[in-house]
């Protein structure tokens, strides 16, 4: 793990403000015509210093989140008349799962978008009600929620973190690999398998007698090359991307889960950003959000026939009497009440996205 920079107020909204007033500070100390007239310059070029939005995520540059921070980048530069400079960092290149939360709220960078589940750290383990198998149908019906009462009531909960929520990016339905078939439940039992730093997913595994396993997504190829894991479960781009169906052997189209992110910032420096500064970026967001929205669902089944056509590992879909069985062994609403997630909000979701009660 990388040491976390210290808090960098250089580097945000300030920054230029501060550096011009303490370089006219000193021209005047020094002010003959020649001296001013190059202060002049220096602090002119200083006014013309961007603002750097550092924006780290945990996965590759050409997952559909990936595709969106580089577009965010593209737009916020090209509106702002290059006011606005955004630093794109993929990969875990600055900083993994919980490290970034912490970097963000230190104001080491600004933007993040994880996974919602990341954010019941600082928001409570209502955010964990993403991660509830067979919680949502559909697309569509997640949608719903997080575009609701209920998706803007969660982000509202982590501004007294100092951290603001600004919109839902989605990635899709997550499948299950593993180095042996998953056909029932019973399959896996003794399984040790990835998941995301979440209460829910432990439980979850936990429930279909398998070993869970907490690590970051960047260590997990290497985790499963090596035996130390035996399974791992995600969206199928996240698979391709990670390469994880080269060091596996079966993967079973379950789609029990849903994997979607939020678009965070640091909420101190967006509150001191220039109100039009603000105003334009959010538009871009606006138009980055709908970009990547429309995009995961396709690219998914794109992933999901790329891992299909690499012939590295066979591929199962069960049958819907068969995922009638999944759904028992993992009911969400006990899972829900296992993980302090409250009852209220998992009725409200089953109503928004229809699934009777
Ligand atoms: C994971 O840790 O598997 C995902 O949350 C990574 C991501 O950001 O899609």
Known sequence: ?????????????????????????????????????????????????????????????????????????????????????????????????????????????????????????????DFEAFDLPFLFPDHAAYRRVVDGAIGVELLLRLEPKGIKGLAYWDNGFKVFTANRPLLAVR?????????????????????????????????????????????????????????????????????HGYLAYAVIVNKAFWDKLPADIRNTLEGALRDVTAFENSIAEAENTRALERIKSSGKLSIYTPSAQELAQWRTALDPVSLAAQSGIRPELVKAIQVATRVPP
Request: proline share 5%; with cysteine.
């Open 187 to 255: 399959d896996f039992r003794g399984l040790r398998i990835r998941v995301q730093a979440s209460r829910t997913l432990l439980k979850q595994m936990q429930q279909l007698g398998a070993e869970p396993s907490i690590s970051p997504l960047i260590n997990v190829f290497e985790a499963l090359r090596t035996g130390k894991l035996d399974g791992e479960e995600n969206t199928p781009i996240n698979v391709v991307s990670q390469r994880l169906h080269e060091v596996q052997s079966h993967l079973t189209v379950s789609n």
């Open 1 to 125: 793990m990388k040491p976390l920079p210290q808090a960098t107020p250089d580097r945000g909204a300030r920054s230029p403000r501060r550096a011009i007033t303490a370089l006219l500070g000193s021209c005047m100390l020094v002010a003959g015509q020649g001296i001013a007239t190059l202060c002049m310059s220096v602090s002119q070029a200083y006014a013309q210093t961007p603002i750097v939005i550092q924006f780290s995520h945990v996965v590759t540059a050409d997952t559909v989140k990936g595709r969106a921070a580089l577009k965010f980048k593209e737009l916020a530069e090209q509106r702002t008349n290059g006011r606005v400079r955004v630093e794109v960092y993929p990969n875990s290149q600055l900083y993994k799962d919980r490290e970034e939360l912490d970097a963000l709220s230190l104001g080491a960078v600004q933007m993040l978008a994880p996974a919602l589940s990341k954010l019941a750290g600082v928001g409570g383990s």
